[in-house]
C-alpha cells in the first residue's frame, strides 16, 4: 500500500536536513539512510539494546522507538556530532580510549551518548548513577566495568577542560 508521504526537516549536529518520508519511517532509518549518518546503530528489533541511541532536544533517546515525524523541528546530536572539526576527539571518547571502554564498538555511540546526555545534567556521578542510566543500553563484549571507568574519567576530564574552553555539545 502507497503511503502519504510528509516532509519531516531535523537539525542533526547543526545541520538541516529535510526530507518527505513515509510517516513509519523512524529516526534511526532518518539518521543512517537520509542523513547518512551510519555512526548509530541497529542492534535490535525490541528496544532494548540501546545501540540506537542519539540525544534529541537534550535528551537521550533510543531513535528507533521514534518516528521521524515526532522528531521533526528537532535539534538531533549523534556520534558524529561530537568531533567538531572531525579531528579533535570530545573528552568523552578519549575516555573511553584511554580506559578500553569498548571492544567490538557496536554498543560505544550509544553508551556514549547516553553518558553525555546524563554528564550534561549532572556532574560527579557515583557508579550507581551511571549504572542505572546504562540499565537501557546493553553490551555483550566488555562486562561494564570498562564503561563505568570511561565516564567516571569523562566526568572529571570534562570538568577540568570546562574551565579552559567550551566542550559542552547540546542537542
Ligand atoms: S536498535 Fe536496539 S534499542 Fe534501538
Ligand atoms: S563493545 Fe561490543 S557490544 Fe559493547
Known amino acids: 500500500m502507497k503511503m502519504e508521504k510528509h516532509r519531516v526537516s531535523i537539525n542533526v549536529n547543526g545541520k538541516d536536513y529535510s526530507e518527505e518520508i513515509e510517516p513509519r519511517t523512524l529516526l534511526v532509518t532518518f ?6 549518518l551510519t555512526g548509530t546503530h541497529i542492534g535490535c528489533d525490541t528496544s532494548n539494546c540501546g545501540a540506537c541511541t542519539v540525544i534529541m532536544n537534550g535528551r537521550a533517546v533510543k531513535s528507533c522507538t521514534v518516528l ?13 556530532g561530537l568531533s567538531k572539526d572531525g579531528d ?8 573511553f580510549i584511554e580506559k578500553k571502554g569498548y571492544q567490538c564498538g557496536y554498543c560505544t555511540s550509544g553508551m556514549i551518548l547516553t553518558a553525555l546526555a546524563l554528564l550534561n545534567r549532572k556532574r560527579n556521578l557515583t557508579e550507581d548513577e551511571i549504572r542505572e542510566a546504562l540499565s537501557g543500553n546493553l553490551c555483550r563484549c566488555t562486562g561494564y566495568d570498562s564503561i563505568i571507568d570511561s565516564i567516571m ?15 559542552f555539545v547540546e542537542a
Open 31 to 36: 539518521l543512517r539512510d537520509i542523513a547518512g
Open 68 to 80: 521521524a515525524v515526532q522528531a521533526n523541528g528537532s535539534n538531533v546530536l549523534t556520534i558524529e
Open 88 to 95: 579533535k576527539l570530545h573528552p568523552i571518547q578519549k575516555a
Open 153 to 167: 574519567l569523562a566526568d572529571s576530564e570534562m570538568a577540568k577542560t570546562e574551565k579552559e574552553e567550551e566542550i
